[in-house]
């Protein structure tokens, strides 16, 4: 391919990182493993998470003296990219997202064995849907929790006395109910009474609408990667696959759709790596969510998008469990409405972000 | 030889102004200036040089309009921004390019009639005689000539290379006749560049010629044609026995539509420059607080997707821009930002129009304290998807040479 050096020219850091993923997702797109761990109990396997850990990816965006990397958003969503491209079903956004805010709390004993991936800890602050809005109160149902099942315990943010508390269940005092989603892995509800948990940390409304900013970019990451995934495997496919005697991709109405998609995988990108960049170069709050929510809303869309073309340009084939087409579009399903829908972050977007983003 | 020529050029652009002005612009070396530092005199020329009344034209402006300006350029040294130093031009840097764009798109800065500065000129230093250079370039940079195009026919417009008006080799001259249309601003010009077929037999593209014509040669008829923004941009000019002299041939016969290829460099980013599609959606916000739609529902999610989509374009235009700025050369990719681009431009316009409501239908701007005019931005959003390879043109060139579908 005759590319622009831009395109895919990255820092030599975000290379390296990105050529690590390779640990964990096979060449050529290979998802045997990723099929044989859907709509299994845990969803992921332990080993894979602490695989992870042992890459240092869980602890990527910690401070060094909380015993992270001290990396920014950038290389965080060049590994979630590239777990997206490979449907690595393992909680790494969930499992960051809790390691920061025990780093935060200084909670070190549990923070190492998450940071290590010994242990999924999961963050259960959500109890509306659509919405990236906390707290919620003591007794509230935790809703929404990606992979619950396989949680080795649970942080639960609490709003009391006009602050937020955040408090650590085990497993055993929790109870989950699960729901399967389309990509093989569940969503648990949660029974929980929160006053019976650990008090982990104080005062952390702050840092929690942080590092859901945090995890709502690195999903949008990991959209990217699906929408690239998807997109490549139509590509092979339209130049293979021979209907009237030729290839199908030598027919123009085809072509300009592959262009298409082409270009909305090009432009989600450029967004999210421009996103990543303002809030690596240290933007203002506002700021920072807009670019969050623009480049979420974008990836959500643009996944959508690209996925179902997926399918409809593969044709009866695409409609198969069998191949993978399906299996991209049902991860794009499920996480285009994680931490907020495009629909979602568009007003937040418009609320945030038009006078800060006309203001720049 | 070719040193020697390139002095003489600088000393025939010398004697064109002798004022102190062009003086103090060799002095200046702008290449050895730092990009902020770059920013801020371009910045310092934009407000002591150009003229207030032209600031954010509604519609191309005619020569008549920014000959002022034009000339003020010229003046200054400043006419050519890409053009060596040795030939009169500034010498930047491909970052300073990218940085001077920048900057006269904040400032509102028009377009020039800038064929002969943005193509001839170039042209002429990678391909032309020293004669050609010699006659030709001094003159672009004053302003003397006035330069426009000749490519597309009636029947040659997304196929080119099917061109059919001819060049007959009459020994130290050509015959031309025939027929170019889409000539943007010919009436302005005073002299065309052209592609001609010189050899009816070879394949389509090996038989055509780049050749420079003057406007006044007997045989030549220019027709300006009103387009949808009931404007006169766009020429149609005729050719009936018009005489060439060999002298005006650029290159090697039948070797043109190569030379015509080699010019498709980095001027292609510029037609997928955010510009539009910014100015677009600030009108669209314009409508929103003069017809109390902010609070709208509908019309918030509209302009939310409308702006996200911008955002993303602005990222990806930064990216292509990066890479000019390292002065690496682009690649046929470049063509996903002319189709996102338009195609966005039309989609805000869209939205301009749908909930302007009645007044999408005036054919004038409607009268208020800001500029706004629906009817007349829908309608200039149309010819993007067209001009400079159509849409679908892009699609096929991104379909061949970057995504390696099957022919």
Same mark, same amino acid.
């Given at each position: ?6 395109? @895919?020219?990255? /820092?030599?850091? #975000?290379?390296?990182?990105?050529? +690590?993923?390779? =640990?964990?997702?096979?060449? $050529? %797109? ?65 499992? @960051?997202?809790? /390691?920061?805010? #025990?780093?935060?709390?200084?909670? +070190?004993?549990? =923070?190492?064995?998450?940071? $290590? %991936? ?71 509800? #949660?029974?929980?009474?929160?006053? +019976? ?164 | ?407």
């Amino acid at each position: 391919m005759n590319i622009s050096a831009t395109l @895919n020219d990255r /820092a030599e850091t #975000l290379r390296s990182i990105r050529d +690590s993923v390779g =640990a964990l997702v096979p060449k $050529a %797109g290979n998802l045997q493993r990723i099929r044989s761990l859907r709509f299994t109990e845990m969803g992921f396997e332990p080993a894979s998470l602490e695989l992870m850990g042992k890459m240092g990816w869980i602890s990527l965006t910690l401070p060094e003296d909380a015993g992270g990397m001290g990396l920014g958003l950038s290389e965080l969503c060049a590994v979630c990219q590239e777990l997206g491209a490979g449907l690595v079903p393992e909680p790494l956004i969930q499992a @960051n997202l809790s /390691a920061s805010l #025990l780093a935060h709390c200084g909670a +070190s004993s549990l =923070a190492d064995d998450v940071v $290590a %991936g010994k242990r999924l800890i999961t963050t259960a602050w959500q109890a509306n849907a659509d919405t990236l809005e906390i707290p919620v109160g003591a007794d509230a149902r935790r809703r929404y929790v990606p992979l619950a099942r396989g949680a080795d315990g649970f942080l639960l943010p609490v709003s009391r006395d006009g602050r937020v508390d955040l408090i650590y269940c085990g497993k055993d005092v929790v109870g989950v109910e699960a729901v399967p989603t389309q990509d093989g892995g569940h969503y648990g509800e #949660l029974q929980a009474d929160a006053t +019976s948990g650990e008090l982990i940390g104080t005062d952390i409304a702050g840092v929690l609408a942080e590092s859901l900013d945090r995890a709502t970019l690195a999903t949008a990451a990991y959209l990217v990667g699906v929408m690239e995934a998807a997109f490549s495997l139509t590509l092979e496919y339209l130049k293979s696959r021979k209907q009237f005697g030729r290839p199908i991709g030598s027919f123009q109405a085809l072509q300009h759709r592959c262009v298409d998609l082409y270009a909305r995988v090009a432009l989600s990108r450029a967004g999210l790596e421009s996103a990543a960049q303002t809030w690596d170069a240290g933007a203002e709050r506002r700021m920072r969510q807009a670019v969050v929510s623009r480049a979420k809303a974008s990836a959500s869309d643009n996944a959508m998008f690209v996925t179902r073309q997926a399918i409809q340009l593969h044709g009866a084939i695409g409609f198969t469990d069998e191949y993978d087409a399906g299996l991209y579009l049902r991860k794009a399903m499920v996480l285009a409405g994680q931490f907020g829908s495009a629909r979602y972050h568009r007003q937040r977007f418009l609320t945030e972000g038009v006078s800060v983003a006309s203001a720049a | 030889m070719r040193i020697a020529a390139q002095s003489s050029i600088a000393a025939i652009g010398a004697n064109r102004f002798k004022g102190n002005e062009f003086i103090m612009s060799e002095k200046q070396d702008f290449a050895e200036l730092g990009e902020e530092e770059f920013r801020s005199l371009v910045r310092r020329f934009l407000a002591e040089n150009y003229p207030e009344t032209l600031r954010f034209p509604a519609k191309r402006l005619h020569f008549s309009d920014t000959k002022v300006w034009y000339l003020r350029l010229s003046e200054r040294g400043w006419i050519a921004p890409n053009w060596p130093k040795e030939y009169g031009g500034m010498g930047l840097r491909p970052s300073q390019q990218v940085i001077l764009i920048e900057e006269y798109e904040r400032y509102g800065a028009a377009r020039l009639n800038d064929q002969g500065l943005a193509m001839v000129g170039p042209l002429l230093i990678q391909n032309g005689t020293d004669a050609q250079r010699r006659k030709f370039l001094p003159k672009i940079l004053s302003g003397e000539h006035i330069w426009c195009q000749g490519y597309s026919e009636p029947n040659a417009g997304s196929d080119l290379a099917s061109l059919r008006t001819e060049a007959v080799d009459r020994g130290d001259h050509y015959i031309v006749n025939g027929q170019k249309i889409w000539c943007t601003l010919a009436y302005d010009a005073n002299w065309i560049f052209l592609l001609a077929r010189t050899d009816k037999e070879a394949k389509k593209q090996e038989g055509i010629s780049f050749l420079l014509v003057d406007m006044a040669t007997p045989g030549i008829t220019v027709r300006p044609i009103i387009n949808l923004e009931m404007n006169d941009e766009f020429c149609e000019v005729f050719f009936e026995n018009v005489r060439v002299s060999k002298e005006n041939l650029v290159g090697e016969p039948n070797k043109g539509w190569g030379i015509a290829k080699s010019l498709l460099g980095f001027e292609r980013i510029h037609l997928g420059s955010p510009r539009q599609s910014s100015l677009a959606l600030g009108q669209l916000g314009t409508l929103a607080t003069r017809r109390g739609l902010w609070e709208d529902a509908a019309f918030r999610d509209r302009y939310a997707r409308l702006s996200i989509d911008l955002e993303d374009l602005k990222a990806l235009y930064e990216t292509f821009v990066e890479c000019v700025r390292r002065g690496q050369r682009l690649g046929p990719d470049v063509s996903i930002l002319k189709v996102a681009q338009s195609e966005l431009y039309q989609r805000i316009t869209d939205a301009v129009l749908e909930f302007a409501g009645e007044e999408g239908g005036f054919l004038d701007p409607v009268k208020g304290n800001e500029p706004l005019n629906p009817g007349g931005l829908f309608i200039a959003a149309r010819p993007t998807t067209i001009y400079g390879g159509s849409s679908e043109i892009q699609r096929n060139i991104l379909a061949k040479q970057i995504l390696e579908l099957p022919s």
